[in-house]
């Protein structure tokens, strides 16, 4: 079992819509959250951070983290086509440890947006 | 603007030629990271570096190498590649501190395409 599961989809959905992208996690020790978007053929890009439980807001996009349920999510709210692209789910343990800081992450979520 | 950069875009080598990949960085982070990113996949840690001490992940193999001559740089090194080394391959860098609350967040750069043929 991976130490972090996440839909791969492909998600398409109608310019305008909600999206909801979420993961679940095996590891009780992570502690910090993020959600990065990767377009086709670049680096992953920081979208939100979180650390522990609780809720994120920054524009239309919202991160949840339920660390009792070990699950994330994050909403796009007023999806328009540039938000296609890959999501990747993204979790640390923090420092410490033999790998400093690691990130595992999830497999993304590819989403297209269509007009 | 502070930045990670990595060089080249694409590359393209042949099956058992050796190839470097290069990173550098604008922003003085001491840690740095190798991720190997195959299609559709997620990005699997091959090693870092906090500042100059080396750390490889127990799965990674032996024909990947690394160096960190100083801060700003570090380099892949694969020393045989074969067909399955294909992939993206991404550099990453993460401040010992962050502020402003984005603890264990890292800076990746736009990638390396690695093709063998």
């Known amino acids: 079992q991976k130490e972090v599961e996440q839909d791969p989809g492909p998600l398409s959905v109608p310019e305008g819509a909600i999206v909801s992208l979420n993961c679940t996690y095996s590891n009780s020790a992570f502690q910090y959250f993020m959600w990065y978007r990767q377009y086709s053929r670049k680096g992953p890009e920081l979208l939100m951070y979180?650390?522990?439980?609780g809720n994120k807001e920054d524009g239309r996009f919202t991160a949840q983290v339920d660390k009792s349920s070990k699950y994330i999510s994050l909403f796009i709210r007023d999806s328009q086509p540039s938000d296609s692209a890959t999501y990747l789910c993204a979790m640390s343990a923090g420092a410490g440890g033999t790998s400093y800081g690691k990130l595992t992450f999830g497999q993304g979520t590819i989403l297209t947006v269509h007009p | 603007d502070a930045m990670v950069i990595q060089n080249p875009r694409y590359q393209v080598t042949q099956f058992g030629k050796p190839v470097t990949l290069s990173c550098s960085q604008t922003?003085?982070?001491?840690?740095m990271y190798w991720y190997q990113q195959k299609s559709s996949q997620a990005p699997k840690l091959l090693f870092h570096?906090?500042?100059?001490?080396?750390?490889n992940e127990a799965d990674t193999p032996d024909n990947f190498q690394s160096r960190r001559p100083n801060t700003s740089f570090c380099f892949l090194d694969i020393r045989s590649p074969g067909l399955g080394d294909a992939a993206m391959y991404l550099c990453?860098?993460?401040?010992?501190?962050?502020?402003?609350?984005?603890?264990?967040?890292?800076?990746f750069g736009p990638g390396t395409r690695l093709l063998v043929l």
């Open positions: 979180t650390y522990s439980s």
């Open positions: 922003l003085n982070h001491n840690v």
């Open positions: 990453a860098t993460k401040p010992r501190r962050s502020t402003g609350g984005l603890g264990e967040t890292q800076y």
């Open positions: 570096y906090y500042d100059k001490d080396f750390n």
